[in-house]
């Protein structure tokens, strides 16, 4: 493996769809944003839909603002926008098993049964 220029830090940059992922490690100087590092990576043009506007950023699933500095061995993640709400999503699956009756999955707390 080959060392980082001498001066730059080393970081990851991740976006996944359902489809694909990209992932690329890339050397950036002291200081960079996550934003600067997100452009350099070139998953903007990989994936001309990620609106960096709309989409949420985060280094190792921490949410952060577009303008935190990268830090060594960060991996900086672009999150797509929620196709459903998952409070919603889940009371449809509870309701959907116990409409078929099926009790599965569903915890009970002690002195309900």
């Given at each position: 493996m080959?060392?980082?220029d ?18 690329k ?9 996550l ?14 839909q ?7 950023v ?5 949410l952060?603002?577009l303008?935190?500095q ?20 889940r ?8 409409a ?7 915890k009970w707390?002690r002195?309900?049964?």
């Amino acid at each position: 493996m080959a060392q980082p220029d001498a001066g730059l830090i080393q970081v990851m940059v991740c976006h996944a769809t359902p489809d694909e992922i990209f992932l690329k490690s890339l050397d950036v100087a002291p200081g960079t944003t996550l934003e600067d590092a997100i452009r350099a990576s070139g998953v903007l043009q990989a994936f001309p839909q990620v609106d960096l506007g709309v989409c949420r950023v985060g280094v190792f699933g921490k949410l952060r603002p577009l303008d935190t500095q990268a830090q060594p061995g960060d991996r900086i993640e672009i999150y797509r926008p929620l196709i459903a709400d998952p409070k919603t999503a889940r009371q449809r699956r509870v309701a959907h098993k116990r409409a078929a009756g099926s009790t599965e999955g569903l915890k009970w707390r002690r002195g309900q049964n």
